[in-house]
């Protein structure tokens, strides 16, 4: 079984489309987060959520929206994608302080 | 922004060879944490450190942690080709994890 489990893990679309992705983590935890991985490899928290409360909300722009329908869920929407959105998004979650997080395999998004 | 930086941001070894890499952070921490990235693959969590602790061993892995200098080092000892990755450290506060650069290890057969 997939602990954090992200759809679609390749994601092509043109620059101006709206896209989703999806991520589901069976683990029970009460937090989850995206990250964005650029080209040189740096990651970048986006958001977080604990409890489908967001508590962390970096500075990206408003085209990029969360939603969390239950602790077991965090989807990322992006509104009008534009050529620097590509990248790749991890989404991750996590328990507490005290215990490591656990990634998705990441949803590589080329935008087009 | 990046919290942590990492040192070198590449290293190439031998087979057999220790691996040793370094990561310096700014800010409070309640742990700090490594993780491995496979070419084309998520992060996978290594091991992690609390703030009050100074040193952690994992199989052939041995993690120190400095807070008053604000470092932490990477050790993988007699390493494997399999361990060719990126190495991530990570400093977590309240459930806030800022990654650093990363450190490109290459271990020749």
Redesign the interface.
């Known amino acids: 079984d997939t602990a954090v489990s992200q759809t679609p893990k390749y994601l092509v679309t043109q620059m101006g489309n709206d896209k989703s992705i999806k991520c589901e983590q069976n683990l029970g935890h009460d937090?989850m987060?995206w990250?964005k991985q650029d080209s040189?490899?740096?990651?970048?928290?986006m958001f977080?959520y604990?409890n489908k409360e967001l508590?962390?909300n970096e500075t990206v722009p408003n085209r990029f929206s969360p939603k969390s329908p239950d602790k077991a869920h965090l989807n990322l929407h992006i509104n009008s994608l534009e050529l620097g959105d590509s990248a790749v998004y991890?989404c991750?979650s996590?328990q507490?302080?005290?215990?490591?997080?656990?990634?998705?395999?990441?949803t590589r998004l080329t935008v087009v | 922004s990046?919290q942590g930086e990492e040192d070198p941001q590449a290293l190439s070894i031998q087979e057999g060879e220790n691996a040793t890499m370094n990561c310096s952070y700014k800010t409070s921490i309640?742990?700090l944490?490594w993780?491995r990235?496979n070419s084309g693959?998520?992060?996978?969590?290594l091991?992690?450190i609390?703030s009050n602790e100074r040193e952690k061993h994992s199989g052939r892995l041995r993690v120190t942690l400095d807070t008053s200098k604000k470092s932490s080092s990477l050790l993988i000892t007699a390493s494997r080709a399999a361990d060719t990755a990126?190495y991530?450290c990570?400093t977590?506060?309240?459930?806030?994890?800022?990654?650093g650069?990363?450190t490109r290890l290459t271990v020749k057969p």
Do not use: C, E, P, W
């Open positions: 937090t987060y990250y040189k490899k740096f990651l970048k928290i977080s604990n508590i962390i991890f991750a996590s507490s302080v005290h215990y490591g997080y656990t990634f998705g395999s990441g | 990046q309640n742990n944490q993780y990235q693959r998520g992060l996978v969590h091991i992690l609390r990126s991530f990570a977590d506060y309240n459930n806030d994890m800022r990654f650069a990363g």
